[in-house]
């Protein structure tokens, strides 16, 4: 149970959300955005997350856009996964959200959860590391746009919508994901690629502390002057940072799965250039 | 003792786990402390997970010996059973893999220790295979070593040494034709059902292999030296019969078989027998425990004797009703009747609340069946030798599976399950074949990929469902294959043994010898996660 007593605020506008953040912090009380719940009452309910007042982002209509327009796809914060996924306009999204979780989680999981995630993975970046994607940040210079490869979230702000331009929706592409075991469940490594301009884009997850997209290992994979092993190799000792341990998998075993998942990826996109 | 009234309604799984008792104590000392009011006492599961009883860990090193033709002379054993922080069930579990140590072989020269270990783990308690899938890993997986070392085929080292009739088992206990199953057929028909004749290891297009293993595996109940169950039949105006005894339904369908030994022994419908569902320790007669794959042995066999009562003051009132001797007559149908005129005869509605004559007069008074069973000739481990009877008989099985592996990515999906298991007569073959099947999943999960994780300072770090992960939905074998073959008990209920736990015992060597055979690499340890099998195939750390 969630052993404490919170406020539930549901503001019909971003303003209001904003708003109320402020006037929490104001008063001393500790707030939280609440976009699906599925963290937040997971977190809450074994004590590792603790609020006095929930602002719920899901009943702000903004938060629940989902429109393509010929500049590009607006997806709203609170869209839920299975519905990014069932609506088919952006398909690399859509194969990499499917893979997070199960099926009935993610009738709840909105992508607003995932890509701010209290957990290391948040894959459904991943779809969007390698598109240019954009993001809506709601904060104290009201609604502003940032590129999400550069995004830092200061205290209080929050994600309202993302934006895909256009041009980059029917790219290419290949996702892949490997786990323990099963097919659900947190990966060992996920990975999204994409063809772009004749060049592979590539984003990880799983593999080191924050998901990530490196022109420089872009540039190794990309390398036509080494072999396919050659560049795989080179591209995996690139990684900057810290390859992870944890209950999914060894450093080493990770380094393996990746290699073997980068080996399938440019075999499938070789083809599709 | 008699002051404590226990209800025990429809428990639905367990597995063993409701073998101990912890939560009750603590709901006592609860509702003591607020004067007897009702409280309800849940564990999350977080706290399940680690506060709860769990199964034992083992780590087993055995040594056999053969001759030059493979036929078995001498084997050492050596368990060290991880009990955790409480001995709790783990000091019964060592005393039967001890009992059991050698799996299904004639081994004319045993050494076993076998150790329960106190350490600051989770504690342990009963779970399905009480030490048997456990045992069974750690002899299966050296016997198919033993295999490829004498260079013969796995199957025929099996046969070669199967225990049997005349033999004695570990600890001097004699086997005879009626408290073992049939090992050789057990492992005729599984290697028909696998296919093993197609090939072991059969390499295929894109980089699969598909791989087969088996596993031998037995098991006795060991239940306490005076086990005992009852049951009393009661009949209802309309000649339908109720069923009171102290088994527990867990789900494994064991009111539907002692139901169904009622009904055959009564020849009526079985529609016409009630079993109650609930037990309740004030009006049913005791049962030692539902636990040990014993119920249908212990209970069927009360049951069994409380319908046979039944059937003999039925014979004795009609005998009255008919005017004729109790030895002419018999019954069917629902009814008394004479042998050799079926004609004459009496419908168990007029006998069941005694028997009314035209004039009025009453006699008999209602029938009420009386049957109980106890262990025969049971006896603990002798201090010096450890010799000793821990249970009445053993049934035994043979289970194999087949994989497909992926040789670049060690990623495999279980193609086929198969069971064949000697458990004396099968009163419910659909139940039993479901039974094999559930045990089949359990033991592959837990072998593929069950495993506590703990850090440094011996913490769980996975007490979670998304973080313990099992095999799921969809990733069970694609097909499982259940067979029975049937070789009688005398001194069981219509000739039955036990079969509940047996499914498991074996899936878990069966998966290791398998994956082991596609990757020409040993594997011996759990789980066999495509991580687990890369470290091996690459020789890496």
Redesign the interface.
Known sequence: ?IAFDFEYYQPLILKDADEKYRQARLLGEKAVYFNGGTEFITFA??GQVEADVIIDLKTIPDCHRLALNEDELVIGAAVTLNEITESDLFPLLGDVVKKIADHTSRNKITIGVNINSRLMYKEALLGLFVVDAEVEVIGENGRERQAISKLKLKEGEFISQIFIPYKNLQLPFVSLK?T???????P?VSIAAVVKDDEIRVAFSGLTAQPFRCIKVEEILNDATLSIESRIEKAIDKISMPIIKD?N??E??RK??TA?LLWEILQKLEVKK | MGDVIVHIPMVRGAFGRKGTVQLEPLAYLASKAVGGQLVKLNFDREEDMTTAPCRIGLDATIKLGVDVNGKLLAGQYTYLVDAGAYSDQAAGITRAIALDCTGPYHVPNVWCDTYCMYTNHPFATSFRGYGHPELTFAVERTMDQLAKKMGICPIELRKMNGIQPGHTSPTQSAITENNIGDVEKCIALVKERIQWDEGVRIVEADDKIRAKGLSLFWKTSTTATNAQAAAILTFEADGTVNLNCAAVELGQGTKTILGQIVAETLKIKQADVHVTLEVNTQNDPHQWRTVASSTTFLAGNAVHAAAQDAVQQLKKLAAVALQCAEEDLDVGGGRVYLKPDPTHGVDYKDLALGYKFPSGHAIGGQIIGVGKYIQRHLTPMDKNTGFGKPGPWWSVGVQAVEVEVDKKDFTYQILNAVTVLDGGTIINPMTATQQMRGGMYMGLSYAAIEKFVFNEQAVVENNDIRTYGMLRYGEQPKKYIVDFIQTPAVDGPYGARGIGEYGVIGAPAALANSLSNALEVELNELPLTPEYLWKMKKGRL
């Open positions: 149970m309910r074994k490997r323990k075991l099963s097919k659900v469940g947190y060992v209950l998998g060894s080493d075993y393996f799965v073997q």
